[in-house]
């Protein structure tokens, strides 16, 4: 095992005097960081504060603290509430107390802890699969787990909303690319019949539920797809696990499918199970040749004790205290009604954990995130980039310990706040942020 790719003896032709610093690109300069400051200005312009960024005292829950006032919080993935939960709490600092804060090293230097074995055998059995291995960011599992499996000589068909964690590592692996209409699989199986046989290797990448429109993929349609053509299919679960399907075990249980009919189950522990890191889920061989050359694996320090403790603890209180789950699909089914009933504009969302308002505008969904900080709610916009032009929106998480009233709040500010900004043409024709 080589730690760092030795460069192959090469000469550098040396310049002759050194560069002038004038010479040395300044970062300021950048098209991106001038985008950055041109959305400030407008901003500014506008009289908009900044919604990014603010800092909130204590841990997020259902509620949330800035500047001292507390508000009804929307913007935490802690799906089922396990971020305070007693026992998860427990789990940690006892995994603290045994093993300290850090794994230390890679697990192939530092040698595995206990609690790293037993994560991904409970997220294996979770699944109904094989194996499971488990990484320190869900980012970082989308980039190193594509970036292993594929190269230049193969080809990644994704969903065109994809996460930018699977962006990334679909387009950093180098190979070919192509994408379908979002969750469209007449566009997909189009796609497939234009690039069938090119390639040494196919990747289809999806996620179970969709991170900013909250709708679920066409699993039961994709399995069909690939037992015709003979693609790797690779779910991103990360908005899905303990979220949707009867028992919470995410996309396979909600369309009733066979999971070991999805080659890489993918997701993060940083949502549901409150926790930090990242897991691929599937057959032994898929696992143990991630282990062995998964570079945000084997490169890379293991999971925390302490936060493989706290996963472990939440995927068992999934089981344990299955009501968690039924009162987070109320809350959403609650919010979602309600929000259609007061004209809110959901695009395609299924009503469970994200619920997107679509306002259109970038600017109107800052003000709207404003106005409702002001009238006691957090809710976070996305804007484009993230999203396409005319499709901002104020994007709700919606937890099993929201109250009923919270939601029932969060509703009528919304619709009210909106009506309002509509009323006075705010944001029409304005600078896109
Ligand atoms: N996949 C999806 C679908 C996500 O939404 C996210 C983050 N929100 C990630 C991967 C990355 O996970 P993490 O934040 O745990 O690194």
């Known amino acids: 095992m080589k730690d760092h790719a030795r460069p192959a003896a090469k000469r550098v032709a ?20 001038r985008q950055i400051m041109a959305q400030a200005a407008a901003g500014d312009q506008l009289g908009i504060d900044n919604p990014f960024f603010r800092s909130h005292a204590g841990a997020a829950g259902a509620t949330t603290v800035v500047d001292g006032r507390e508000l009804v919080n929307f913007a935490s993935y802690d799906y089922l509430g396990m971020n305070r939960h007693p026992e998860v709490l427990a789990a940690s600092k006892k995994a603290i107390d045994r093993y300290g804060i850090s794994a230390s090293a890679s697990r192939l230097v530092a040698g595995e802890r206990p609690i790293h074995g037993e994560l991904e055998a409970k997220l294996a059995s979770f699944y109904g699969v094989e194996a499971a291995i488990v990484f320190v960011s869900g980012y970082l599992t989308n980039v190193t787990a594509i970036g292993t499996l594929l190269g230049p000589e193969d080809l990644i068909i994704h969903d065109e909303f994809i996460h930018n964690s699977a962006l990334t590592g679909a387009k950093l692996s180098g190979a070919h690319r192509r994408f379908f209409r979002h969750n469209d699989a007449e ?31 066409d699993l039961r349609r994709l399995i069909e797809l690939r037992a015709r053509y003979g693609f790797w299919l690779m779910v991103d679960d990360a908005h899905a696990l303990g979220v949707i399907g009867g028992t919470g075990r995410g996309t396979a249980e909600y369309h009733g499918c066979n999971p070991r009919d999805v080659d890489i189950w993918m997701g993060t522990l940083s949502k549901t199970t409150a926790s930090c890191g990242g897991y691929v889920a599937g057959n032994e061989a898929l696992v143990t040749l991630l282990k062995g050359h998964a570079g945000g694996f084997v490169y890379s320090v293991g999971l925390a004790p302490a936060l493989a403790a706290a996963a472990w603890t939440s995927l068992d209180l999934i089981d344990r205290e299955p009501e968690r789950v039924t009162r987070m699909r109320a809350n959403g089914r609650l919010f979602f009604d309600l929000a259609r009933a007061r004209g809110l504009d959901t695009g395609v969302s299924v009503g469970c954990s994200v619920i997107p308002v679509i ?12 106005d409702l900080l002001e009238a006691g709610i957090n809710v976070m916009p996305i804007i484009h980039p993230a999203v396409p032009e005319g499709q901002a929106r104020l994007r709700f998480f919606i937890t ?34």
Do not use: W
Not at 359 to 370: E, F, I, P, T
């Open 14 to 33: 040396r310049p002759a005097a050194p560069f002038p610093t004038e010479q040395v690109p300044s970062f300021a300069d950048l098209p991106e960081h």
């Open 187 to 217: 566009d997909l199986e189009r796609v497939l019949r234009s690039v069938a046989g090119r390639h040494r290797r196919t990747l289809v990448l999806v996620e179970g539920v969709y991170s900013m429109d909250g709708d679920v993929a």
């Open 359 to 370: 306002v259109g505008d970038s600017m109107r969904a800052a003000q709207l995130c404003n």
């Open 400 to 433: 099993a310990e929201h109250t009923p009233e919270q939601i029932e709040f969060a509703v009528s500010r919304t619709a009210e706040k909106l009506e309002a900004l509509i009323a006075r043409n705010f944001g029409v024709g304005s600078v896109d942020i």
